[in-house]
């Protein structure tokens, strides 16, 4: 059995081994605009939320992927923990399906990007990404989120989207400045908007900072009736969540479609039409 200062000589190593490996990048979005649309249609916006688990080139997660893609006909997709190939291969095969990435480390090893993605059959009007101010711990690596803009069909409005994924393995105090760091951004954009993602809520300190968030950014969170399967800590509130403003949910579409195993996390959808705005 190691002693504590063995233990401490193990820990540092393993620290020194993944810092060499892992490390934040300098590239704040890849973008790839292959879009099928010039616009998304406000009477239906199907969307689907998922932690991939790092599978996206895995056989069984792209099989998974494609018969989700063909029974929802998606508009938006909102995935996190996505490798992207520094050779720039397409993590997304998906015929007029665009995508923009934001990476929040790179590992040199398997040289490839991670990150968060967001996918749409319309091509975007602009994106940003937010890294997290504090960093995760062996690693080092921040956490990142991704504002994206999309235009509506006969509409000056536009639908905001922001892809999340939670900062983790920290205090409560870290994950509540990158909530922070969102809200700040996210404080002054007007009209619809739809907030993803995988937040890392697995202790009711977490899952409260984030309710307060967004009840004052006026976002109603989606509920699943099938929430069950969603992952989660023992008794913890699910850690994947989709909140929304100026929409309006499709009376039974939030579903958890069941029998997907490629992902340790579950795919979750919505449709949603878009509120008219007050004259």
């Given at each position: ?9 193990a820990l540092?190593a ?10 934040p ?18 009477t239906?916006?199907k969307?689907?939320n ?11 997660w792209l ?5 989700l ?5 998606l ?8 490798r992207?190939?520094w050779?720039?291969?397409?993590p ?10 934001a990476?929040?480390?790179?590992d ?8 968060v ?9 602009w994106s ?17 989120a ?9 509409s000056?409005?536009k639908?905001?989207t ?12 870290k994950?509540?400045?990158q ?5 700040k ?9 739809i ?5 890392n ?13 967004t ?9 699943f009736?099938?929430?069950h399967?969603?992952?989660?800590f023992?008794?913890?509130?699910p ?6 403003r100026g ?6 579409s ?6 997907y ?19």
């Amino acid at each position: 059995m190691l002693n504590s200062s063995s233990r401490s000589a193990a820990l540092t190593a393993t620290n020194l081994l993944l810092s060499g490996r892992f490390s934040p990048t300098d590239v704040p979005i890849i973008e790839n605009h292959q879009s099928s649309h010039a616009a998304l249609d406000p009477t239906s916006i199907k969307v689907l939320n998922w932690n991939i688990a790092k599978n996206n080139e895995h056989p069984q997660w792209l099989a998974d992927f494609n018969q989700l893609a063909i029974q929802g006909q998606l508009d938006l997709m909102f995935f996190q923990e996505v490798r992207l190939c520094w050779s720039g291969q397409c993590p997304l095969a998906v015929q007029g399906v665009g995508w923009n990435f934001a990476p929040n480390f790179m590992d040199v090893q398997s040289r490839s990007y991670f990150g968060v993605l967001t996918a749409s059959n319309v091509r975007s009007l602009w994106s940003q990404s937010l890294l997290s101010q504090y960093a995760e711990p062996i690693v080092n690596t921040p956490k990142v989120a991704l504002i994206t803009a999309y235009p509506l069909r006969h509409s000056h409005q536009k639908l905001l989207t922001v892809n999340i994924h939670g900062i983790n393995f920290v205090s409560t105090s870290k994950f509540k400045a990158q909530l922070h760091q969102l809200e700040k951004y996210l404080a002054t954009a007007h009209g619809a908007m739809i907030l993803s993602g995988d937040f890392n809520t697995w202790n009711r300190d977490r899952m409260n900072l984030l309710t307060r968030m967004t009840t004052r950014l006026g976002l109603q969170s989606v509920h699943f009736p099938d929430k069950h399967r969603l992952k989660r800590f023992w008794l913890s509130d699910p850690l994947d969540h989709i909140f929304y403003r100026g929409l309006q949910e499709k009376p039974g579409s939030a579903i958890v479609p069941p029998d997907y195993s490629s992902s340790d996390h579950c795919p979750m959808r919505v449709e949603f039409s878009v509120l008219p705005t007050p004259a």
